[in-house]
């Protein structure tokens, strides 16, 4: 089945700054890319996704990109905010809809 | 969190015994999934179904069945919990508009704790 490899696992950033996690897969048939945000006692939210007939996808500060040739895709946010703080869960899907989740990476942003 | 409620939310049970969480939906969708989340495993696929009676095995699935008797309503039961089986279990549901990557939407969380 598909495996997919999130990095870093943890990752701190000052208020203001960028954060990028990065997410490797497997399976070249996976053509589905959905990023969730977990916050403390809930369920994931998806906040993105890319499929992949599209490179890139932004969404005001949050964007998306895919790189199907190297089999990885990353999630950037910029101009970052306490509120971002949360875990995050990048995933990956083939024609079969069933989604392979990375392991995650908890956000913290300083104030 | 998109018309999805999941009971019970909090449980504590003893090892041996039968545990069933339940998944209700409100958004009459047709795929409903079961994962569990542990530390450093991130969410993995236990059992889905793909409509009323209808359903399979995810990637971890010893130990565990589902039943779907109607569309809203995803069960998952624990024969004999085991101290293994401790996790926290979200529940999931996808519509089906024949598109390639359709967003799955998940519900509040189950937190299972087998003594």
């Known amino acids: 089945g598909e495996n997919v490899e999130q990095h870093p696992s943890t990752l701190s950033v000052q208020e203001g700054d960028s954060a990028v996690i990065k997410c490797t897969y497997s399976?070249?048939?996976?053509?589905?890319f959905p990023w969730y945000k977990q916050e403390l006692g809930k369920g994931p939210q998806l906040i993105i996704d890319?499929?992949?007939?599209?490179g890139e996808k932004k969404d005001q500060r949050i964007a998306v990109t895919l790189n199907k040739t190297a089999k990885h895709f990353s999630l950037h946010i910029t101009e970052t905010q306490p509120e971002d703080s949360a875990v995050y869960f990048c995933?990956?899907?083939?024609?079969?809809?069933?989604?392979?989740f990375g392991t995650g990476t908890r956000l913290t942003v300083i104030p | 969190d998109a018309g999805i409620t999941q009971s019970p939310r909090h449980k504590v049970t003893e090892t041996g015994t039968p545990v069933t969480l339940r998944c209700h939906q409100t958004?009459?969708?047709?795929?409903m999934y079961w994962y569990r989340q542990d530390p450093g495993h991130g969410l993995r696929l236990i059992h889905y179904?793909?409509?009323?009676?209808?359903?399979d095995k995810g990637e971890v699935s010893d130990g565990y069945s589902v039943s779907r008797s109607k569309t809203e309503d995803f069960l998952l039961t624990l024969e004999s919990a085991t101290s293994s089986q401790t996790s926290v279990y979200f529940c999931?549901?996808?519509?089906?508009?024949?598109?390639?990557?359709?967003?799955?939407?998940f519900g509040p969380g189950t937190r299972l704790l087998v003594l």
């Open positions: 999931a549901i996808r519509g089906d508009r024949g598109l390639v990557g359709e967003t799955q939407y």
């Open positions: 179904s793909y409509g009323v009676k209808d359903t």
């Open positions: 890319i499929r992949s007939n599209v």
């Open positions: 399976d070249s048939a996976s053509n589905y």
């Open positions: 958004e009459n969708h047709r795929y």
């Open positions: 995933a990956a899907s083939t024609w079969a809809n069933n989604l392979f």
